[in-house]
């Protein structure tokens, strides 16, 4: 994504029309910003912070599991 093209999604989550979807999810309680920094992300960086949270999640669940059979 371009500087100008950073700065025009800034703005837009920023202040989204009103009656749009993206103000409607703002009023829902989303965090467009979430939204906008993985914008900011390469596909390949968007997929290898998938990667590393489904391992993450992993870990806690394998870690849950041992803490109950114990």
Do not use: H
Not at 35 to 57: C, H, I, T, W
């Amino acid at each position: 994504m371009t500087s100008e093209q950073s700065k025009l999604v800034f703005e837009l989550i920023s202040n989204p029309p009103p009656g749009s979807k993206l103000a409607e999810a703002k009023a829902f309680g989303i965090d467009l910003t979430l939204l906008y920094e993985n914008l900011k992300l390469s596909p390949e960086q968007r997929a290898l912070r998938l990667v590393e949270g489904a391992a993450l999640l992993e870990a806690l669940r394998a870690a849950a599991e041992q803490r109950r059979n114990q």
